[in-house]
């Protein structure tokens, strides 16, 4: 690993400038959970109000998926290119915006459409934010990953918050994300205009020095990437474990809504109380991680997950699932960002590339698995459909043990080196 330049370690290494484009990361990160989390309590009034039924329903979330599909690749072939800044400062702002296209549909058909268009921009994002998160840990000398992710469910709870009190409060779905599209739109662009490149980040295309006595510079060739069978391995755990977030955040209030009768406050209280235990595991996730370690944490957080997720099926009562919903966000809260973490020390040709197959595997499961919960749904029931959170957990204990990765050290302190005229 080349040691990082002076100028990046200005960036990142403590002064003011890195210390600011830390928090914007931190801010991109929350809006990223406030967004999407904000449309996870109303969608059983949408529901409601374009009459669709629960595989309607599923179709309509799977848009979300198909706008990442595309939207994931294309996104880390221009970090490659432009450098992940560049592209958290584009989709930041276009993902802030499109959250107001869903309140807008009035037929299944639009429904699908406006939730494609937010799927592709928060593909982008998830990618590009994660890649710049990974720089900006290697540059900083310490473990951040989690704390970095732990926004994100301060966001999602933020936004289930919003979204909660809203629809208790009788505001209607357009207006509510009508509002939060402007204020996520101000508060992505200072964010943007705040991000710095990190000391393992280029800010756009690599060039190779020029051979003696020429004038002329050639793109640095890339590094070979290997998609190993450990790779593909951690992206099916980094599958399994976002799997499980994508389905509560999307079929949670559903399920309360319409299998345990619960009212509309009520209902979005199960997400919120999700995302609270998110966001407190995954604060206290780096300290845990390095006390017992990678595997113990993922593992035993995911049979606590599982435990949880038995007793949300199984209840009647809709307070006790709530309680229960909190078990499984606090159980897999560490896990997908112990996963990117190991990929980035894994002997791929590049850690890029390693962080960015994990995330976007990952991710796609987090926008897929709502539509096919939808299709279990339709044919039996939304706790039937459930049963998957149980069996997914169990199976991300089993994989647990992947996250023994010691071919690439975690993090490397940037060196204090002297000025120099070059970057």
Known sequence: MKAPSTAGMRQEGGGGRGNSGAVALYVVFFINGLVLASWAPRIPQVKEQLQLSDGQLGLALLGVALGSVPAMPAAGSLVNRFGSRTVARTAVLL????????????????????????????????????????????????????????????????????????AAGGVTPRAQFTASAVVAVLAAGAAAAALRPAAHQSPGPVRARSAPGSSATAPAPAPVSRFTPRLLLLSGLGLCVLLIEGVVTDWGSVYLADSLDA?????????????????????????????????????????LTAAGAMVVIVTGNPVVAVVFFALVGLGIAASFPLVVSGASRLHTGSPGTAVATVSTTGYFAFLAGPPLIGFLASHSSVRVALLALPVLAVATALLASLLAVKERPALSTPKQTEPSATT
Request: charged share 10%.
């Open 95 to 166: 993902y802030a915006a499109a959250i107001a296209l869903p309140g807008l549909a009035g037929s299944l058909t639009e429904l699908l459409v406006s939730l494609a268009v937010l799927g592709a921009a928060v593909g982008a994002l998830d990618v590009a934010m994660n890649a710049h998160a990974v720089d900006v840990e290697r540059s900083s000398g310490r473990a951040r990953l989690s704390s970095f992710h732990a926004l994100f469910s301060a966001g999602a709870l933020a936004g289930a918050l919003v979204g909660t009190l809203a």
């Open 263 to 303: 009212g509309p406050g009520l209902a979005g209280a199960g997400y919120a109380a999700f995302a609270v235990a998110m966001t407190a595991g995954r604060l206290g996730g780096d300290w845990t991680a390095g006390r017992f370690g990678p595997v113990r944490v993922v593992r035993v957080g995911a049979l």
